[in-house]
Every structure is written in C-alpha cells, then in structure tokens.
C-alpha cells in the first residue's frame, strides 16, 4: 500500500523565483525597517506570510473568468455564486464584498455599538481591529489547550463554554451577537469540533444570542471534524460543512482562503434586520449588491473555488503538507504548535529564542532572523500584532509568541518545504546568534503592517 500523499494536481505554469545572497537580504530588510511587510515581494524567496489570496487558480477557474458577466447590476455572475453559496450555507441573503475585511467593516457598523463585547474563540488581527474600531471589545474564550503550544487536543480552537456562560451570565446585555473563528488562526490554524459549535449554539440560543462564524478555513476544519471528531469519518466534507452553517445565523468570509481566489469575500445572513444597513453601506462603499467591489470574473472564479475547495483528496493533501512540514522540524528540534493546523506551521519563538524577553519581540526577531538565513517569509503573530503600548508607555504582550508559516494553497512543491525545514533547523542550531528588536514606529490600529523597527 501507497502511503505518500502527492499534489493532487499538475503544473500548468511555472513563474521563476530569484536566489538571493544573505548580504543582499540583510540590505533589504535594513531597507524595509526590519518589518518583512515592507519588502518588496521579488525579494522573497518562498513567501509563507500569509496563505490569503496568495495560492494558485485551477484551470477550472481560469476557464470560468472567460464567462465573467461584467454587468453593473443583476451580473448572472453574481447569482451563479449565489446559488453556490446559498446550497452549501442555507443562508438566504449573500452580500459579497471585495475580500473579508470589508464584510467584518460593513457588518460590525450595522451590527455592534461602542461598549459592545464579542466573544469568540480569537479573534484575528482583522476581525480585532474592526471591532474596537466600533468601540466594542473581542473578547477571547479559547480553551485553555489553546494557548498552549504542546499540549496535543484534537481541537485547541475550541472555545471556552464554561467562560462563555460565565460572560453571558454577566454582560448579555452587552452582547450583541457570539462569534466563532473556523479554523482558529491565531492559536495555529486550530480546528473546532461539531460538539463544541452545538454547546456554544445552545448557550447563546438560551440568552437569545445569534451566532456568526468567521468562516475563512471552513472547509479545513470540516476536514478535520471528518478525521478527528467520533461518528463523522462516513460523512462527506460538505455535509459536515452544511452543518457547520446550520448552527448558525450568518457568517463572514475572506474567500482568498479556503474559496480558493486571489481576491473576494462575502457576508452571508438570515436574519433579515441587518441586511438592509448592510447593503446600504455595502453601496456606499463597496459597490452595487449583485458584485460588491468585486469583478464579474472574480465572481465566477470564486463560485468554482468554493466547490473546489471541498475537494477532499485536496484537502488531505494540504492538511498532510502542514503535518509533514511539521514532523521534519519537530526532528530538527524546533518546537511548534502541536498538532499541526491546516494552512501553516507555527514556530514557537519563545522557545526557539529563549534568551530574547518580550520586550525585544522573540517572533518578531525570528521572523527577521529567518528572512535573512533563508529568504523565507513568515509573520509574527506575538506582541506585536496583539500587543499594545498603553497611554502611560508601557507595553502588554501576547500570551504567545508565534511566527506563522502559511502555506499558499497549490502553489509549492515537495522540495520547497524540504528547503525550508532544512532552513529553520539550521538557524535554530545558532539561535543564540539572533539578535532582539525594538519598535521605533507604529499605527494605532493594525500597527504590524507598517511598524518600523532596529536592533536591539
């Protein structure tokens, strides 16, 4: 019996990449304020910053943006992925938007107040500024396994449903709607179990509560609901998908995830009070209902993404890619969020750097630190990006201290990931060498995306 697991596809096109010399990469990152966001992309070799909008479109797809009806209203474009979406959600009212941000900014102006709190399981960056941009607070219920990089649970993105009764006993009334984040990104692309989102449904259904999920990796974390989760192993991806969305009242998507496209996303609702507002804002700043920001062929590329993207000889391959990556670097002892997620690896800078305090950014100097070994970009996911400098100077910092290897999705080979755990094993060898960080400007919201920063 056969038990590698191959790229479910064939290379179509090829795009050349640029071997770069450490020198010329420690004058870029100078250049760049030693924030990799900042480089120029020619000047990173394998780029895992983010698997957003980054992967490779199928010929499927290609074929699809020929029939991309570019019409300002009623677009056929718009009700194909209509009707794609309306069979996998049920939800009756689709919005689409330009990519997910968009859907979290129109959603949370209709939706939430100043001194609102949202609870969900964590929050990511996006979703975590929107939210304070209204004035109301992201409230994180994580399970304890959650934040903790060891610890093996089959579903560390569960939320906290003790926590969760907890708060709804004592500020429901501040509590406009529970939300839920599939896969959980900022604690390692961790999973949720179908018996986690029914506790959580029955919880908020005793106080009234809707749901919305953040469903940006849904089709990943079905997957590992069908591997994972007693009495689901028969069930196909999408009917554990579908019930995914049952047990909720809306959802929001970056559909440059798990849709499979390099730009798009969409808000997706029951409950008809907020989708008027909604398409009211959604023209004023996005653009007409039946395209949203969006193109026509856009439109169609997503619909077939969005089927696409259910694949489960697909989505065993790109969950195995993570564990693979994973089981080299765990044999070059380099500790990382365990077990694997679906769409990255996760160093655990902490550890990797131990003599580095908060206060010098550990995975903000490890993403630099592997940049300049190797050419790779990952993204801090630490104290800088959840972190905050308070009024008085003073600074809060993550529980953890993360650096994210995303993976774009049918976009590296094989030998790519070998090259990169090789990478990370050998800087982790000299550690020791890697030198802390100080930030010396930043945003008041978003601050990673433009933080300039030098060495310590």
Request: hydrophobic share 40%; net charge negative; aromatic share 10%.
């Amino acid at each position: 019996m056969i038990h590698t697991i191959i790229e479910p596809f064939r290379i179509k096109a090829v795009e050349p990449i640029r071997m770069s010399t450490r020198p010329e990469r420690e004058g870029w990152l100078k250049a760049a304020k030693l924030n990799v966001f900042l480089l120029p992309a020619e000047h990173v070799l394998l780029d895992f910053l983010t698997d957003s909008g980054t992967g490779a479109m199928s010929a499927r797809q290609w074929g699809a943006l020929m029939e991309g009806d570019e019409s300002y209203a009623g677009s056929q474009s718009f009700f194909r992925l209509e009707a794609v979406l309306k069979d996998l959600t049920g939800y009756q009212y689709v919005i689409p938007t330009h990519q997910g941000r968009a859907a979290e900014r129109i959603f949370f102006s209709v939706a939430t107040k100043k001194g609102d709190l949202v609870p969900n399981n964590t929050h990511f960056d996006t979703t975590r500024a929107n939210l304070e941009y209204q004035g109301a607070e992201a409230v994180d219920l994580v399970i304890p396994e959650g934040l903790q990089p060891r610890t093996i649970h089959p579903f560390k993105g569960n939320i906290d449903l003790a926590r969760v009764e907890d708060l709804l006993k004592r500020e429901a009334h501040r509590i406009p709607f529970g939300m839920m984040t599939l896969t959980n990104n900022s604690g390692g692309g961790q999973p949720v179990s179908l018996a986690n989102l029914r506790g959580y449904r029955e919880l908020l259904n005793r106080y009234g509560k809707p749901l919305i999920l953040d469903v940006c990796r849904y089709a990943e974390n079905s997957m590992f609901i069908k591997l994972r989760e007693e009495g689901q192993q028969d069930r196909s991806v999408k009917a554990i998908a579908q019930e995914i969305f049952s047990l909720a009242d809306g959802c929001m998507m970056s559909a440059k995830k798990d849709g499979m496209v390099n730009i798009g996303g969409f808000l997706a609702l029951n409950d008809a009070r907020w989708v008027e507002a909604a398409k009211t804002l959604l023209i004023l700043t996005e653009g007409f209902p039946t395209y949203g920001g969006l193109a026509g062929r856009d439109l169609e590329a997503l619909a077939v993404g969005m089927e696409e993207g259910l694949d489960e000889d697909y989505l065993r391959y790109r969950l195995r890619t993570a564990e693979y990556m994973g089981e080299k670097l765990k044999a070059g002892n380099v500790a990382i969020v365990e077990p694997t997620g679906g769409h990255a690896v996760y160093l655990d800078a902490k550890d990797f750097l131990p003599h580095l305090g908060p206060g010098q950014y550990p995975a903000w100097s490890l993403a630099n630190a592997l940049y300049l070994e190797a050419g790779i970009r990952g993204v801090e996911i630490g104290s800088v990006m959840f972190g905050k400098r308070l009024e008085d100077g003073t600074e809060t910092y993550s529980a953890m201290e993360l650096v994210r290897l995303a993976f774009p999705r049918r976009m590296y080979t094989q030998s790519h990931f070998d090259y990169a755990a090789e990478a990370i094993c050998e800087l982790k060898a000299r550690s020791h060498e890697v030198k802390g960080v100080k930030m010396v400007k930043q945003a008041k919201y978003l601050r990673h995306f433009t933080a300039e920063f030098e060495w310590t």
